[in-house]
């Protein structure tokens, strides 16, 4: 009995070693596991590549740290191909800690520490210095990998390419008064700078001035308060990615009355919208290490299925001799 007490703690070690291998190590050496691409998806990255440079788009950002893993892979992939395409990118929240999940993304994309944007905004002034060196080394997580093609967006200026105009209560009442005025909704961004001083908000009046919405959501209120209020009421062109648990609820609203431009679905929508793009990004690095640990899991789901059986024939087999 010991002996077999003693093989079956070896099997579980060699279990967790390999499973442990088989995530941590797409995270170092990058496979590029295949990633097929679902028509949903599709529309949301042909709503950003196809709407005119130039243009200002809002991107809410609804979503707290425990759905970060999930949402935040699209929400850099979502400005940066903003950026590229030459829209300016207004941020907004819906949720209290979602103004600091947009500035996460804005430092990691222009290499400038949120600290720097403040200074800059307290002091009047809408500029932002370029990062240094050490600055741009220091950036962390996976995201920074030396295969990973988002881009460092360093020329990008606050103010004037993008903004945060922070957190506001209310859901469903504050999309439909952006819907009258942004200015009168948010009349200071997040770090108190009033918007009429900023030049990306100079033509932007109400949400019909936007080339498009998205909204980062991880649940009430989210992006079906702005599918119902923003397209419904206002006609807005509305897209944007959920929680993986939460997209089928969306796919209805993909319809011909064009409600929802598409949606991405948890971190393999978000590797869809990586791979559209050429980019090798977080997503397509965290996919790979969760296809892997799956893999690993069925494979010793069938060899233990195997012993079991081969054991139970066995002991019938012991049982007849006897």
């Known amino acids: 009995m010991s002996s077999v007490n003693t093989s079956v703690r070896w099997e579980r070690m060699i279990l967790y070693v390999i499973l442990f291998l088989g995530v941590m190590l797409p995270l170092i050496f990058h496979i590029g596991w295949k990633t097929d691409v ?9 709503l950003v590549e196809n709407t005119p440079a130039g ?5 809410s950002f609804d979503y707290e740290p425990s759905t970060m893993p999930e949402l935040k892979p699209m929400a850099l992939s979502l400005v940066d191909h903003a950026w590229q395409r030459g829209h300016k990118v207004i941020a907004v929240a819906l949720w209290p800690m979602g103004v600091q999940m947009a500035n996460d993304v804005f430092q990691e994309l222009t290499a400038l520490p949120v600290t720097d ?3 800059d905004q307290s002091s009047g002034e809408t500029k932002t210095s370029v990062a240094s060196d050490s600055t ?5 997580g996976v995201e920074n990998a030396p295969d990973s093609t988002i881009a460092r967006h360093t020329d990008k200026k606050y103010g004037i390419d993008y903004v945060n105009l922070g957190f506001k209560p209310g859901g469903m009442v504050t999309i439909k008064a952006m819907g009258r005025s942004i200015h009168e909704t948010f009349p200071a961004d997040a770090f108190g700078t009033p918007v009429g001083s900023l030049p990306i908000m100079d033509d932007i009046v109400r949400l019909r001035d936007l080339g ?3 909204s980062l959501s991880a649940g009430d209120p989210g992006l079906k308060q702005w599918i119902m209020v923003a397209h419904d009421n206002f006609k807005v062109l509305v897209s944007g990615g959920t929680t993986a648990v939460s997209a089928p609820g969306f796919l209805p609203y993909i319809n011909n009355r064009d409600q929802l431009r598409g949606v991405m679905g948890g971190l393999k929508g978000a590797a869809e919208y990586e791979k559209l793009r050429g ?7 965290k996919m790979d290490s969760q296809s892997i640990a799956h893999v690993i899991i069925l494979i010793f789901i069938a060899i233990g299925n195997i012993k079991a059986y081969r054991r139970r024939k066995a002991q019938r087999r012991k049982s007849e001799k006897a």
Do not use: C, E, N, R
């Not at 243009?55 to 991107?59: G, H, K, P, Q």
């Not at 741009?136 to 962390?140: N, T, Y």
């Not at 980019?279 to 690095?285: K, L, T, Y």
């Open 279 to 285: 980019v090798f990004g977080p997503a397509s690095i």
């Open 38 to 46: 679902s028509p949903h998806v599709q529309m949301v990255h042909d």
């Open 55 to 59: 243009s200002t788009v809002l991107i």
């Open 117 to 119: 944007i403040a200074a």
């Open 212 to 214: 498009y919405v998205m």
């Open 136 to 140: 741009k080394v220091a950036l962390s």
